[in-house]
């Protein structure tokens, strides 16, 4: 069975690190591209980029281009994503999916809520 | 880039159906046959229920069809059950460079 488990929720203050976590099992973890996505409170999906885990290349929405970093361990199946200074503006749910080659994205995480408040 | 505009909410009885549309541009839903389409429910992840326009993935019901014309995606629930309210979301591939995915703006299924 695919699964796709991710880190547990976080509270952070603005200008703090973090670095969250993606677990993938079910599946040869370095055939797949892994996505990371975001929600903001009450709003809709935005894509924020793509992974793979076997070269690793990455694919960037401009937009989070420079205020995230997207990394994988394929030793132990897991994606990365990282923030070097938080912002309030944060604040969301973040998903990990696995990218399928239908350029859709077929298995989810169950995501990772941060939270970023003075 | 801009989101991918659906209606905010639809709803239907049991049994019937509802459709929900998707309209974005040339440069992703009418340049690619890659829309898929996301079931969320409340607090938790989103569930592929169609990719490639009208393809179903093994497991979902063909209650769940999709098609397209044009620049707009559409996403037919039919014989609508109480489970399927919840956040609908469609998905475009718009190309090799930039903002390869743009997401719909979501909309709320509200079974009467």
């Known amino acids: 069975e695919v699964q796709l488990v991710q880190s547990g929720a976080e509270m952070k203050k603005p200008g703090e690190s973090l670095m969250i976590s993606c677990k993938g099992s079910?599946?040869?973890?370095?055939?797949?591209?892994i996505g990371w996505l975001r929600q903001r409170p009450g709003k809709g999906l935005e894509w924020m980029g793509i992974i793979h885990p076997g070269d690793p290349e990455t694919r960037y929405n401009p937009s989070f281009e420079g205020q995230v970093t997207m990394s994988v361990d394929k030793s132990i199946s897991t994606a990365y994503l990282q923030w070097n200074s938080l912002k309030a503006s944060d604040t969301a749910i973040y998903y990990c999916?696995?990218?399928?080659?239908?350029?859709?994205?077929?298995?989810w995480g169950q995501g990772t809520l941060v939270t970023v408040s003075s | 880039q801009s989101a991918l505009t659906q209606p905010p909410s639809a709803s239907g009885s049991p049994g019937q159906s509802v459709t929900i549309s998707c309209t974005g541009t040339?440069?992703?839903?009418?340049?690619?046959?890659?829309v898929s389409w996301y079931q969320q429910h409340p607090g938790k992840a989103p569930k592929l229920l169609i990719y490639?326009?009208?393809k179903r993935p093994s497991g979902v019901p063909d209650r769940f069809s999709g098609s397209k014309s044009g620049n707009t995606a559409s996403l037919t629930v039919s014989g609508l059950q109480a489970d399927d309210e919840a956040d609908f979301y469609c998905?475009?591939?718009?190309?090799?460079?930039?903002?390869?995915?743009?997401f719909g703006t979501g909309t709320k299924v509200t079974v009467l």
């Open positions: 079910g599946y040869t973890f370095t055939s797949y591209w």
């Open positions: 998905s475009s591939y718009a190309g090799r460079s930039g903002v390869r995915y743009v």
């Open positions: 490639e326009v009208n």
């Open positions: 999916a696995r990218h399928a080659s239908a350029r859709s994205f077929d298995y």
């Open positions: 040339s440069n992703d839903v009418g340049g690619y046959d890659f």
